[in-house]
T-cell receptor
Framework: DAKTTQPNSMESNEEEPVHLPCNHS???????IHWYRQLPSQGPEYVIH???SNVNNRMASLAIAEDRKSSTLILHRATLRDAAVYYC?????????????FGDGTTLTVKP | DAGVTQSPTHLIKTRGQQVTLRCSPK?????VSWYQQALGQGPQFIFQ???????QRGNFPDRFSGHQYPNYSSELNVNALLLGDSALYLC?????????????FGQGTRLTVV
C-alpha cells in the first residue's frame, strides 16, 4: 500500500496561515490525495482531496507537486478550532479501491 | 441528515468474548468501511463492504468479520477478544466502491477488553 509521511507535530499562531506537508513518494497513478482531520473525541472529518491540480474549498487549499510525490495542505487563517490531528492519505480508485491507509498524522497546535 | 451513526458508543468486554458493533451510513451512501484506532495512532483499515460483500480487507485476522445489510447498514464482529483489541472502532460511509467521493466518519465505538 502506498504510504505517506508527515511531521509528528506543528505549531501555528491564530490568524496566521499554516502549511502542513505530506510526502508520498510511492504514489501510483490511480491514487487520489485526501486530507482528513480529527478533533479530540471525534471521528475524522474530510477536509479536501485532489489528483494533480491544486484544489480550493471553503476549509482549505491543497497544493500538489508536479511529480505528485508530495502535497501541502494550506489553512489560510488558523483558528483555535483548527487544532486537530491532520491526516494525509492516498485513496486508490484502481485495484485497491477503498483501501485507505492512514499514518499517524500531524498534530496541529494553534496558539492564541 | 443524521450522518453516520454508530452504536454503542462505549463497550466493555472480557477476554475471549465476542462483540458486535453497528453502523448506519449517511443517507445516500452505499459503501461502509471499518477502522480500528488505537490510542495515539491513526486509524487502521479493517475492511470495506459494498453491495453486501467484503470488497477490500486490511491486515486483520479472521476473528474480525463483518456484514452489510440490504439497507446498507453494517456490523463488525470480533470473536475471541484479546486485550489488544481495545481501541476506538470507526465506521466510514461513502458512495460507490471505486469512486473518489469523500468519506464520512461516525463518532466511533470505544471498546475496552478487560
Amino acid at each position: 500500500d502506498a504510504k505517506t509521511t508527515q511531521p509528528n507535530s506543528m505549531e501555528s499562531n491564530e490568524e496566521e496561515p499554516v502549511h502542513l506537508p505530506c510526502n508520498h513518494s510511492t504514489i501510483s497513478g490511480t491514487d487520489y490525495i485526501h486530507w482528513y482531520r480529527q478533533l479530540p473525541s471525534q471521528g475524522p472529518e474530510y477536509v479536501i482531496h485532489g489528483l494533480t491540480s491544486n484544489v480550493n474549498n471553503r476549509m482549505a487549499s491543497l497544493a500538489i507537486a508536479e511529480d505528485r510525490k508530495s502535497s501541502t495542505l494550506i489553512l489560510h487563517r488558523a483558528t483555535l478550532r483548527d487544532a486537530a490531528v491532520y491526516y494525509c492519505i492516498l485513496r486508490d480508485v484502481g485495484t485497491n479501491a477503498g483501501k485507505s491507509t492512514f499514518g499517524d498524522g500531524t498534530t496541529l497546535t494553534v496558539k492564541p | 441528515d443524521a450522518g453516520v451513526t454508530q452504536s454503542p458508543t462505549h463497550l466493555i468486554k472480557t477476554r475471549g468474548q465476542q462483540v458486535t458493533l453497528r453502523c448506519s451510513p449517511k443517507s445516500g451512501h452505499d459503501t461502509v468501511s471499518w477502522y480500528q484506532q488505537a490510542l495515539g495512532q491513526g486509524p487502521q483499515f479493517i475492511f470495506q463492504y459494498y453491495e453486501e460483500e467484503e470488497r477490500q480487507r486490511g491486515n486483520f485476522p479472521d476473528r474480525f468479520s463483518g456484514h452489510q445489510y440490504p439497507n446498507y447498514s453494517s456490523e463488525l464482529n470480533v470473536n475471541a477478544l484479546l486485550l489488544g483489541d481495545s481501541a476506538l472502532y470507526l465506521c466510514a460511509s461513502s458512495f460507490g466502491d471505486r469512486t473518489n467521493t469523500e468519506a464520512f466518519f461516525g463518532q466511533g465505538t470505544r471498546l475496552t477488553v478487560v
